[in-house]
């Protein structure tokens, strides 16, 4: 097997808890068992609470675990620690790293999760990002509607005037300005992304005027740091060079009883990866052997 993909990439990962870092082990045992030429990348898990941690990644090999608190004077906020987690991991990331990919903690990896390796494949161009779309609108842009004063407040802060760009919501089909899935995407290290996220993300969540007026409901609240990442990767990096991957990726078990049917997938063994939430939903999608016994002993419930 050819390693260099492996060397070149970082998996990445964050828990606060005993009960975080045992899902963190299922989501890197997934990616060792099911992951083929990237099974043996390499993994750095950022721990917000060291004191709690278990100790229950020690013994995978390949797998590096870094403290995390965020910077003094950083005002607490949803997500926070995911976005510097990301800048953390840009800035740790040698020359020799060109690909970063970010795994939420209810993430499973069920097929080789190829598209995240943003070198060029064939019949695939190289990319410096890779992420899915929304899974539905929630709080995003309609492309034809004019931006609403949260959309705007972004913009004028990341100094975008236009965006020419759109994508289409999976679950629900909405046609709006950039707007991404953020359970599990990859970035090139080189491209400054995830400093860039940081920085425009913390002056964000501290300016206190967007806070009280666009950005003062909670919802608002839990998706600035997708929203913001989203209009950064359409303004900062090259349209052409972002991998918009298809529904294999990051696909949303916890939606599957309110999609299209023919959007609902029929087994989970024909996903790439996939993402659950608060439970698996075990009577909602058909999961065939041996990939069944497998999660049978990790996520019994």
Not at 118 to 130: I, T
Not at 219 to 243: C, E, G, M, N, P
Request: hydrophobic content about 40%; aromatic content about 12%; overall charge negative.
């Amino acid at each position: 097997m050819d390693e260099k993909p492996n060397n070149e990439m970082r998996f990445l990962l964050m828990f606060r808890s005993e009960v975080g870092e045992q899902l963190a082990r299922t989501v890197i045992e997934s990616l060792r068992t099911f992951g083929g030429p990237l099974r043996d990348s390499a993994v750095w898990a950022f721990v917000l609470d060291a004191d709690r941690a278990s100790h229950a990644l020690h013994g995978i090999e390949g797998v590096r675990s870094f403290p995390l608190a965020l910077e003094e004077g950083c005002p607490p906020y949803p997500f926070a620690e995911k976005v510097y987690a990301c800048a953390r991991a840009e800035e740790m990331a040698g020359p020799d790293v060109r690909c970063l990919v970010w795994l939420s903690l209810d993430c499973l990896i069920v097929n080789p999760p190829v598209l995240f390796d943003l070198g060029p494949a064939p019949g695939v161009a190289p990319a410096d990002a890779a992420f899915r779309p929304v899974h539905h609108q929630n709080v995003g842009s309609p492309a034809n509607e004019p931006l609403d004063d949260f959309w705007r407040g972004i913009y004028r802060a990341l100094g975008v005037d236009e965006m020419p760009y759109t994508v289409e919501s999976f679950a629900d089909a909405q046609i709006m300005r950039p707007y991404f899935n953020t359970h599990c995407f990859a970035f090139n290290p080189a491209t400054g992304l995830g400093q860039a996220w940081w920085k425009h993300f913390k002056a964000m969540a501290s300016d206190q005027a967007f806070q009280a007026g666009p950005c003062r409901d909670e919802l608002y609240q839990i998706f600035l740091h997708q929203a913001t990442l989203s209009t950064l990767v359409a303004k900062q990096l090259d349209w052409d060079r972002v991998r918009l991957l298809p529904p294999e990726y990051n696909y949303p078990l916890n939606l599957l009883g309110k999609m299209p049917s023919d959007r609902r997938a029929l087994t989970l063994n024909s996903l790439v990866n996939a993402v659950y939430e608060d439970a698996f939903p075990w009577t909602e999608i058909e999961v065939q052997e041996p990939l069944r016994s497998w999660l049978r002993e990790r996520l019994p419930n």
